[in-house]
Every structure is written in C-alpha cells, then in structure tokens.
C-alpha cells in the first residue's frame, strides 16, 4: 500500500460538515472519508457509499450452521452409531430442529461480526493512521484525496471557504497494518514514496 497525499479540513459543528460534503462532492472533489467522533446519519448517503451487503454474508453463514448441523447429526446418529432411542427412525429430524437452529444462529452471529471486522478493519493487533486524533473526540475531519490534477492551494481555499478550520496537506498510509501504536512505527509491508 503506498503513502497518499490528502487534504484534511477540521470541523467542529455537524451542521457545516452536512453542507461542505455536499459541496465538495458538487465540485468534483475525491472525498476518502469523513472521520466522526459520533455516528452521523444520512453521512453515509451524502458521501456516496452503497449500503451494506452484511446481510448476505449473515444469511451465507446461517445456511452453512444449518448444512453443518443435519450433516454431522445425520452422520452420527444414522451412519456411524445408530441407537434406537424410544423406536424413533434414525433419521429423525423434527428431533434436530433445536440444534439445528442453535448452529444456525451461532454460525450467523459468530460469521457475521467477524465479517464486521474485517471489512471496518478492527482487531487489537490492526493499526490505522489517523489523520487527526481528535476526531475520535470532538472534532469531525474530512479527508480529500490528491490526484495528480488537484491544485493544491485551490482545495485548501474551497476547504476553508467550505467551513473547515486547520486545513493542511498530509502524506498518509492508506491502508492497516500489523502493529501497536505505542510500540511499532513501520507499516505491514514496503514503504513506498510518497506521490
């Protein structure tokens, strides 16, 4: 993953974050992210981004806890050790709903947060640059992303006019890496130079 160059803008009133998404994205402006102390709602739909396709993930999973549940229970007790409890048939699967329907919400909850993790990228070991530490206290930031045809000073100037406070260029890796913050300071991988 290489080291970008973005834009970063602080502002302090969710009011103006609101308006100044609008308008950068008006302007033809690449926004990376929006960083918020506090989930905001409709941001998500201001910046572009397409909902979730978690769902999909949790329903793949509950079919695989079910499939794991009738094949092994089938196989135990109507393949390998068949005992007959109570003249019940071997294949006995109103028997099987209860654990079939743990397995099911188990490989679906279990699935679906580890899927979660991943695609927001959260582990303990995981590490992410942070383009302003207060945006996890009281701040919002927008980052903007430098192409080879963003004039530089002319973002800088739309930010501000936009409402943003301490806007400044910064080279930042994109991507996570494997580390801690109070102990590593090398990314996962090569360093590459800046663009």
Known sequence: MAIKKFITGNFYDEAVLFPAVKKVRRAGYKIHDVYTPFPIHGLDKELGMKDTDLHIAGFIYGITGTTVAISFIGWALALDWQINFGGKPFFSL????????ELTVLFSAVGMVLTFCWLCQLAPFVKKDHFNPRSTDDTF???IECTDKTNEAEAIAFLESAGAKDVQVQNRETGWWFGR??????VFGKKVAAV
């Not at 109103?94 to 329907?101: E, L, R, S, Y």
Request: hydrophobic share 60%; charged share 20%; aromatic share 18%.
């Open 94 to 101: 109103p028997a099987w709903i209860p654990i079939m329907f």
């Open 141 to 143: 930031v927008m980052a």
């Open 181 to 186: 913050y109070d102990r590593d300071s090398v």
